[in-house]
């Protein structure tokens, strides 16, 4: 059983920054990939960006490109969510969710279902 815990939510204007954590605790021996999700009210869940431990790959949905950076330390079991020029539109609640499976292909973690186990969520609130 692998647990999952999210801090740094908060409130910000438009154009601030946040910077999201997970750590994971329990067995964590087959982590392969973490990633970030979020849904916003009326909406459904959807992918912000993942991380395969193995070879430190990135990935990113194209609505947050270039404006979060998702990285983590292996040694401490934890993945963090850096998130700049925030916009009202980014305002949802952020899940982390961990895999247990290593994929070469980089879309295979842009679904929420191919994640084992995830977080409380944390609230990120943008206002204009």
């Known amino acids: 059983q692998v647990q999952l815990v999210e801090s740094g939510g908060g409130s910000v204007q438009t154009g601030g920054s946040l910077r999201l954590s997970c750590t994971a605790s329990g067995r964590t021996s087959n982590r392969y990939a973490m990633g970030w999700f979020r849904q916003a009210p009326g909406k459904e869940r959807e992918f912000v960006a993942a991380?395969?431990?193995?070879?430190?790959?990135?990935y990113y949905a194209d609505s947050v490109k270039g404006r979060f950076t998702i990285s983590g330390d292996n040694a401490k079991n934890t993945v963090y969510l850096h998130m700049n020029s925030l916009k009202p539109e980014d305002t949802a609640v952020y899940y982390c969710a961990s895999s247990a499976y290593y994929s070469e292909s980089g879309t295979y973690y842009y679904y929420a279902g191919n994640f084992g186990y995830w977080g409380q969520g944390t609230q990120v609130t943008v206002s204009s």
């Open positions: 991380l395969r431990w193995t070879g430190g790959y990135t």
